[in-house]
Nanobody, 124 residues
Framework: QVQLVESGGGLVQAGGSLRLSCAASGRTFSSYVMGWFRQAPGKEREFVATITRSGGTTFYADAVKGRFTISRDNAKNTVFLQMNSLKAEDTAVYYC?????????????????WGQGTQVTVSS
């Protein structure tokens, strides 16, 4: 089992940047595929980015491709989401998630563990 705690959210102007972090408990962090999702008010939780266990491969939602970067530090049990060129439509609660899978997945139902979320608000 793993516990996930996100941090780094906040209020930023459009065009600005934020870096989210997700710290994981436990000694088997490198065995989990990690992902970031987000949920805006009144909307479904949606996929943002995922990264393989080694960190060698990443996938992104079209809406964030070229602006967001997911990365991980297995030695520090942490996954990151660097968000640049932020837009008002990026406003949401951002969640990190861990999946006990052998390959990265964009499917919300495939993730076994979730953090509590961190609010990102982008003012236009």
């Amino acid at each position: 089992q793993v516990q996930l705690v996100e941090s780094g959210g906040g209020l930023v102007q459009a065009g600005g940047s934020l870096r989210l972090s997700c710290a994981a408990s436990g000694r088997t962090f490198s065995s989990y595929v990690m992902g970031w999702f987000r949920q805006a008010p009144g909307k479904e939780r949606e996929f943002v980015a995922t990264i393989t266990r080694s960190g060698g491969t990443t996938f992104y939602a079209d809406a964030v491709k070229g602006r967001f970067t997911i990365s991980r530090d297995n030695a520090k049990n942490t996954v990151f989401l660097q968000m640049n060129s932020l837009k008002a439509e990026d406003t949401a609660v951002y969640y990190c998630a861990a999946a006990t899978r052998t390959w990265a997945t964009m499917t919300r139902a495939s993730y076994d563990y979730w953090g509590q979320g961190t609010q990102v608000t982008v003012s236009s």
